[in-house]
């Protein structure tokens, strides 16, 4: 055997050796992963359960990915198993992580394993606190879908303080960019900047007060603009921004319900950039949003 096919046939095995496992390692992973879990909820054996819910989530992560079902039910089947000081830390990262707009993939698994350990320790309040984020990251994400069973349990563990629907999530408002205005202004500590002080009006703000709907799965319908601020096409972000919005519905005896006629203000604010330096070398030093709604 020559030297050049040695080494090409050496090469060939290593590569088959290091690829990464197939789409059907994978999923037998995953089946066997679950067999185990499944067999371990029969055994009173609490180390062992852990283990292999652990390896049940981790499996159906890999091979299914964040937002499939069945890796939502593994990461809560996981969080039944956890210690409650591990669960409420989980549960704060999550939420966390949901109000700065981080990876809601991590923090969609996060909150999971907590609402299964709320599960079992029968804690109400987290268990609806953890919910209601879980709505959040699907549908900040563009899941509205996934989010309707959750929101049907969510609704039903509010049933008793909720005399109308529940506002839960409303889309990030953006509001339109416009042209920057630079010029000489104060410095922070009231100094005198001269030219080398910049100003920029960056945004273009508006409000609008819509009404509507809420159905029974919280989704918003009906949608009319009944007050209007600022330039025309804030109308039609408005009416787009209510439709994103989702509610927990009004629950009268254990049965969610429509209600209308239920009203919102939507507000866009002046947001000011101060900082130093001119317009083609500037940096930003704070950054400053003001309402001019007069709409109530």
């Not at 037998?28 to 371990?40: F, P, S």
């Not at 159906?60 to 990915?65: D, F, I, R, T, V």
């Not at 069945?70 to 198993?81: D, L």
Request: with cysteine; aromatic share 8%.
């Amino acid at each position: 055997m020559s030297m050049i096919r040695l080494v090409f046939l050496l090469a060939a095995t290593l590569t088959f050796l290091s690829s990464p496992a197939s789409a059907k390692d994978v999923d037998d992973a995953l089946n066997r992963a679950k067999a185990d879990y499944e067999a371990a909820l029969q055994a009173p054996d609490a180390k062992k359960l852990e283990k292999a819910a652990k390896r049940y989530f981790q499996s159906a992560a890999k091979s299914l990915g964040p937002w499939a079902t069945e890796t939502g039910i593994a990461a809560r089947a996981y969080g039944r198993t956890l210690k409650e000081k591990t669960a409420r830390s989980l549960a704060a990262s999550g939420l966390r992580t949901v109000e700065r707009k981080g990876r809601l993939d991590q923090a969609y698994l996060k909150l999971m394993q907590a609402a299964g350990w709320a599960d079992i320790a029968q804690d109400t309040l987290l268990r609806l606190e953890v919910l209601k984020g879980v709505i959040q990251t699907l549908e900040g994400s563009s899941r509205s879908k996934l989010a309707t069973p959750f929101v049907k349990e969510a609704s039903i563990l509010n049933a008793a303080n909720a005399d109308a629907p529940l506002l839960v999530y409303v889309p990030s408002l953006k509001a339109p960019k416009r042209t920057a205005a630079w010029g000489a202004g104060s410095s922070m500590n009231g100094d005198e900047g001269g030219g080398q002080m910049a100003f920029a009006t960056s945004t273009t703000a508006g409000c609008a007060k819509v009404s509507f709907l809420v159905s029974t799965d919280g989704h918003v319908r009906n949608i009319s603009v009944i007050g209007l601020q600022g330039p025309s096409y804030f109308a039609t972000r408005a009416t787009e921004a209510a439709a994103a919005m989702r509610y927990l519905p009004k629950m009268e005896n254990g049965y969610p319900v429509v209600v209308d006629n239920i009203t919102y203000l939507l507000d866009w604010p002046l947001a000011e950039v101060v900082g130093k330096g001119t317009s083609s070398h500037f940096k930003p030093q704070q950054k400053k949003e003001t309402s001019v709604c007069t709409l109530r």
